[in-house]
Structures are given as C-alpha cells and as structure tokens.
C-alpha cells in the first residue's frame, strides 16, 4: 500500500513537473522507441481484467513489432484486437502489432490494446503501475502504467499525450 | 421447355430469391436519423423486464417508470468495449447538467454466469453513482437481450483460459413511458447522446 501510494506521489510529480523526467533517464541508455501515455482504467476490487493502451513510435527509421508484455499485477497479459463484424463486437488474441518505421502504432479504446488477465490487485485511479513491453528489435521495455478513470476514453485520457513519454 | 429457358428460370428464382433475403436482413438494421445521432426505432423492440439489481434486490422497468434511462448490454469480463460505452454513458448524463438527474444510467449483463450482484455492485459505481447494473438467469437475460435485440454469444478456444462474449453493442434511450425514445451505435460521442436526450425532454414538454 505503501509503495503504491508512493508511486502515486511519483506519478503526480511526473504529471505536473513535466516532460518526462522519465524521458530522460530512459533515453540515456537507448535512443529506439517512444513510448506515449501508457494508461489504463480503474478497477472494481473483484474485476480480473483491464486494458492498457498506449502509442509506440520508433526512432530507428526500421519497423519493428510489439510481441509481448507483462505486470506483476496480472497472471498474464494479451495483445488484443477488437474486431467489429457490423454490430457485433468482438475481441480477439493477436500474436503482436506492428510498430512502423514512420508514424507510430496506437493502441486505444476500440482497437488494439494489452489485456490484462487475472488481476491480483485492483487498479486504482490515480496510481501507476508497472509494465515490461517486449519489442522483437528494441527488446525489452519498462514502463510505467497511469491508471485513469474506469469510464476513461480516448479523447478524455489523450490529453497527457505530450507529457507523459518514456523512450529508449 | 428447353434446357436454356429452365435453367434461366431458375437462376431467376435464386436471384428474387436473394434480393428477398437481403431486403430482410437490410430491414433488421435501424437507420440512422441525421439529427440528433440516434436511431428510428422499429416499434416491436423493448419492453418491460424484471430482473436483480446490484444490491440483490428486484428492479425492472417498473422502478424506471417516470425517468429516462439510458440501458446498456455489457459485461464486467470485457476489457475495452464496456468499460469505453459505461464511459459515454456518464459523460452524457453530466453533459445534461440537472436534467442529468431524470436520466438513469443502467446496465444490463449478458454474461450472468460471472455477473452476480456482488460483482456487479463493485463494478456499477466505478463508471457513475447512479448506475444500476443488473443481472438475472439465464433464462431472463435471454428473454431481454431478445426483446431489445441483443445478440451475444459465448466465445470459447481451448487456447484461451477465459471465455469472451461476442455482443451488439447499443446504448437504448427509454422513455418515461418505458418505450425505446432512441438508439445509440457504439462509439456515439457523448454529446450526441446529451443533444438526442434534451431534444425528447423538450418534445415530451412541448407535447
């Protein structure tokens, strides 16, 4: 609880003291991918799933793919696709989504997103959590996840867009 | 007759036959008004229901009678889709401000099975304070998807671990009558709803 909380302070700081401090610290080591405003959506305490979205730009002009990820809040995490047959929603497992070498992948409400499958705490608004994104050319990939409103959409949550990056 | 003519007959047969078929499929599919974002309701969809709230408790469209609702078919296993139209739905009470407070915003499950009233009652409040969510047998959520044309259906892989629910997704306006005022598509913007909404709050006054 304690470190939870913690990471919200740090979270917090990070939202109101700017442009990514994260940024930096990352693109020391690496300087391939930006990683834009990974965020989800609160939980109920009994839900076992949630969704994180994010945008994923590479820097190396060569295209390179998501295939992976994982939190220690969840058993498991999925790449999904939401596919719309008319009226019909359904959402389906993905084996990765393609980062291009110009322009960027985004993965948002109604499209492709990270499940997160058997939740071992619930999310909560306002708190951050942990997230290792596995990229098949840049490799592996800490992030840290915001978690906004559970009714959070697109529009709503893209305003942090410019302030909230990790890169490496 | 010959050959030539028969085999023409019957491939005009199939081609009525067809166009009959696609007709009636294109019917089932409510067009879209240009107003107001929602949709022209075929009068045979809705009705009353009687089913569990979140508390345990009974509710149907009796408990909504004298309020607008905005009723939703969804459920708590599903990452994107109903946490995203929950979303609109809050947005566009707090749009209508004071006149929010006659709208009630209210899900219905399609997934019983996991949706017990105790799951349901950490879920509901999550997306707005006066969302009902709703749940029921089998039997009765059948009955009401079935009345509102709801169609979902269980989806299951031996290399998932979980089942998912395919599902139409809309979002029904019902009058304080207990009739469907409005239909709204997935992904309608919030503000769209609040302008449908106000435009039968003005029709009911003037009327």
Redesign the interface.
């Known amino acids: 609880m304690i470190a939870r909380r913690l990471l919200t302070v740090l979270a917090t700081a990070l939202l109101l003291f700017g442009h990514g401090t994260p940024a930096q610290a990352h693109e020391e080591k690496f300087d391939e991918l930006v990683i834009s405003h990974p965020w989800s ?11 994180v979205f994010l945008e994923v730009q590479t820097k190396t002009g060569r295209p390179d793919r998501l295939i992976g990820a994982s939190t220690p809040d969840a058993e ?1 995490v999925e790449i ?1 696709d ?1 596919i ?1 047959d ?6 389906r ?1 993905i084996d990765g989504v393609d980062i291009p070498a110009e322009g960027s992948a985004v993965l948002q ?2 499209g492709q ?1 990270l ?3 058997g939740l071992k705490v619930p999310l909560f608004e306002e708190t951050v959590f942990p997230m290792t994104l596995v990229f098949e050319k840049a490799g592996s990939v800490e992030i840290e996840v915001i978690v906004e ?5 697109k529009t ?1 949550a893209g305003g942090d867009h410019q302030r909230h990056q990790m890169t490496k | 007759m010959n050959k030539k003519l028969s085999l023409g007959v019957v491939a005009l047969v199939v081609v009525v036959f067809v166009f009959g078929a696609w007709l009636n499929l294109k019917q089932d599919v409510p067009p879209e008004t240009a107003t107001v974002g929602g949709m022209v309701i075929n009068a045979d969809i809705g009705g009353p229901f009687e089913l569990t709230d979140h508390t345990g408790a009974p509710f149907g469209t009796r408990e909504l009678a004298g309020d607008y609702a905005l009723l939703y078919f969804g459920y708590t296993f599903c990452p994107d889709v109903c946490p995203t139209e929950l979303g609109q739905i809050a947005e566009a009470i707090d749009l209508l401000e004071e006149d929010g407070d006659r709208v009630r915003p209210v899900m219905i499950t399609i997934d019983p099975t996991r949706d017990t009233p105790e799951v349901l009652s950490e879920y509901a409040p999550l997306f707005h304070e006066r969302l009902v969510g709703l749940t029921g047998t089998e039997d009765q959520i059948r009955d009401v998807a079935g009345d509102y044309r709801v169609f979902y259906r269980k989806f299951e892989d031996p290399s998932y671990t979980y089942y998912l629910m395919d599902h139409t997704s809309f979002v029904y306006l019902l009058a304080p009558s207990g009739d469907i005022a409005s239909m709204f598509r997935y992904g309608t913007p919030p503000e769209d709803m609040a302008a449908a909404i106000r435009q039968h709050m003005n029709a009911q006054e003037q009327g």
């Open positions: 959506r609160a939980t109920a305490t009994n839900q076992k799933v949630g969704a498991t999904h939401h719309r008319g009226d019909m929603m359904r959402m497992r409400p109604g997103h499940m997160l499958i409103a559970a009714g959070a959409g709503k």
